[in-house]
């Protein structure tokens, strides 16, 4: 019976879905997945001169701030050693070749998108990223280090 509750107690401190992340202060910063729309407004023909990865089972993702109407892209996968990776912001996308620009001018090649519910180990890297950036405890994104 405790083991029961003890993984119930688990399951209900993970995140399911992007939403799940920011728990406070969500009136400063929500997050929410980039849309087709949002995908095209991005479009740049990008020439791959600084490849820095291809991600698999991705994602393009938005940190909205209502107070200064600002939206910031990110995108998160999985690698090519399988683990998960966050980019800087995303300024511009090939919707034709699957490509995204850094604001650090790198490359990611987007081999797959995911679909549905996002892998967890996804999630919780944006946990990670959120406090490996001092963000974390301020939205109560779940502590994750590595």
Same mark, same amino acid.
């Given at each position: 019976?405790?083991k #029961?509750?003890?993984? #119930? ?10 939403? #799940? ?10 997050l929410? !997945? ?11 023909? $990008?020439? /791959?001169?600084?490849?820095?990865? /291809? ?7 938005? @940190?909205?701030?209502?107070?200064k109407?600002?939206? +910031?892209?990110?995108? /998160?996968?999985?690698? &090519? #050693? ?7 912001? +995303? +300024?511009?996308?090939?919707? /034709?070749?699957? +490509? ?7 490359? !990611?090649?987007?081999? &797959? ?12 890297? $944006?946990? !990670? ?12 994104? @779940?502590?994750?280090?590595?």
């Amino acid at each position: 019976m405790e083991k #029961d509750n003890l993984n #119930d107690t688990l399951e209900a401190l993970l995140p399911k879905e992007l939403d #799940d992340i920011i728990t406070q202060n969500r009136h400063i910063m929500q997050l929410e !997945y980039a849309s087709a729309e949002d995908l095209a407004k991005m479009h740049k023909d $990008i020439p /791959v001169t600084n490849l820095r990865g /291809v991600l698999t089972q991705a994602f393009v993702y938005k @940190r909205i701030v209502p107070s200064k109407n600002a939206e +910031v892209f990110c995108l /998160v996968g999985f690698n &090519s #050693d399988q683990e998960a990776f966050h980019t800087s912001q +995303v +300024v511009a996308y090939d919707n /034709v070749n699957n +490509v995204a620009l850094t604001a650090s001018g790198s490359h !990611y090649v987007v081999e &797959s998108f995911k679909t549905g519910a996002p892998d967890l180990l996804l999630l919780l890297h $944006i946990c !990670y990223m959120f406090h490996r950036d001092g963000i974390g405890n301020y939205f109560g994104a @779940r502590p994750v280090t590595y």
